[in-house]
């Protein structure tokens, strides 16, 4: 499909236009995306190659998130670093368009993933008798296969309705990637239909997503109303976060203000933090003999440290956000 469009490439305005800020940003932004590559590649490889814990559907899911989390962040994070050094940045079209396509694509396939992972601890927690009979491999992969379905979907609707538009000057994105909603302000014709279609494919694909997770996480709350208060405030702060990631993520001018940007990273990492021991300890009190094999110990080592440094990090980096935002606002 053609685009009638006269322009070829866009430049990209950046998170700054400071040198130093640049620098610093260069700086920190290297060492997060090699931590983050880094972390949740180790997580993907140690999950795949224990059949102990590739064999628990709670790793088994665990994994995506994680290879997901790592595509995501490679779809933006390379090229924003190279840019830091250069003045002029710019994205052809067509690199435009793909950047597009797979932010959208990772972004909704991970958060489908999300409410298949509230669904699997709902049949944990409220149904521990049953649920190896009902969380079987093929249901898993079953789950897996609508979320790649679904994010897929998603996303090439929003790249052929951008294809749709012409584009012929300016050519200057306010952002630090391709994104609908800056493309959306480009375009030399009236957008007024394509806002709609856009928030319709959005809005309904949030709405099914927050109501599923509202729903998974308000019965498990319900269903622990007689159990220990840790089970209830864990399942009520992971609940909390997922529903922040997923409202964040679908919403563009959210994810275009760097704050709401780092809060979604902080937001996934809390919920995978919790992930890593919480519920292992709340099934364990359904049980007398509270085991866990090498493999399990050792990931749970590594997930726990990793996701930890990995946030404090973030909270640091949000700091500088905020001291940039109050001291030194026209920049």
């Keep these: 499909?053609?685009?009638?469009?006269?322009?070829?490439?866009?430049?990209?305005?950046?998170?700054?236009?400071?040198?130093?800020?640049?620098?610093?940003?260069?700086?920190?932004?290297?060492?997060?995306?090699?931590?983050?590559?880094?972390?949740?590649?180790?997580?993907?490889?140690?999950?795949?190659?224990?059949?102990?814990?590739?064999g628990s559907p709670m790793y088994f899911f665990l994994a995506f998130p994680s290879l997901l989390d790592a595509c995501t962040s490679t779809t933006v994070t390379p090229k924003m670093i190279v840019d830091l050094f250069y003045k002029r940045k710019t994205i052809?079209?067509?690199?435009?368009?793909?950047q597009?396509?797979?932010?959208?694509?990772?972004?909704?396939?991970e958060v489908i993933v999300l409410t298949a992972m509230a669904y699997d601890r709902y049949v944990a927690i409220c149904k521990p008798l049953h649920y190896s009979s009902i969380?079987?491999?093929?249901?898993c992969g079953t789950l897996i296969g609508v979320a790649w379905t679904g994010g897929f979907i998603h996303s090439i609707t929003q790249v052929i309705f951008t294809l749709q538009l012409p584009f012929c000057g300016p050519n200057?994105?306010?952002?630090?990637?391709?994104?609908?909603?800056p493309l959306l302000q480009l375009a030399c014709t009236d957008t007024h239909i394509f806002v709609i279609l856009v928030f319709a494919n959005s809005g309904s694909f949030c709405i099914i997503i927050f109501s599923l997770l509202i729903v998974s996480y308000g019965v498990i709350l319900f269903s622990l109303r007689g159990h220990s208060s840790e089970g209830r405030i864990y399942f009520a702060t992971i609940g909390g976060n997922m529903i922040t990631?997923?409202?964040?993520?679908?919403?563009?001018?959210l994810m275009g203000a760097p704050m709401y940007f780092f809060l979604v990273f902080l937001s996934l990492l809390d919920a995978c933090t919790s992930t890593d021991v919480?519920?292992?300890?709340?099934?364990?009190?359904?049980?007398?003999r509270k085991t866990i094999s090498f493999e399990g110990c050792m990931a749970q080592l590594f997930a726990i440290h990793f996701f930890t440094a990995v946030e404090?990090?973030?909270?640091?980096?949000?700091?500088?956000?905020?001291?940039?935002?109050?001291?030194?606002p026209l920049h």
Aim: net charge negative; proline share 3%; glycine share 4%.
């Design 172 to 181: 200057f994105i306010d952002h630090f990637i391709c994104d609908l909603f």
């Design 100 to 109: 597009l396509f797979t932010s959208h694509f990772f972004a909704g396939v």
């Design 245 to 253: 990631a997923a409202a964040i993520i679908y919403s563009p001018e």
């Design 312 to 328: 404090v990090i973030i909270l640091s980096v949000m700091a500088y956000d905020r001291y940039v935002a109050i001291c030194k």
């Design 135 to 139: 969380m079987t491999r093929r249901l």
């Design 1 to 54: 499909m053609q685009n009638q469009s006269f322009v070829t490439e866009f430049i990209l305005l950046g998170l700054s236009q400071n040198p130093k800020v640049e620098k610093i940003l260069f700086i920190v932004f290297l060492f997060v995306y090699i931590a983050t590559l880094g972390g949740n590649m180790i997580i993907v490889v140690t999950i795949i190659f224990s059949p102990a814990l590739l």
């Design 278 to 288: 919480t519920p292992m300890m709340i099934v364990g009190f359904f049980y007398e």
């Design 92 to 98: 052809s079209f067509e690199c435009c368009m793909t």
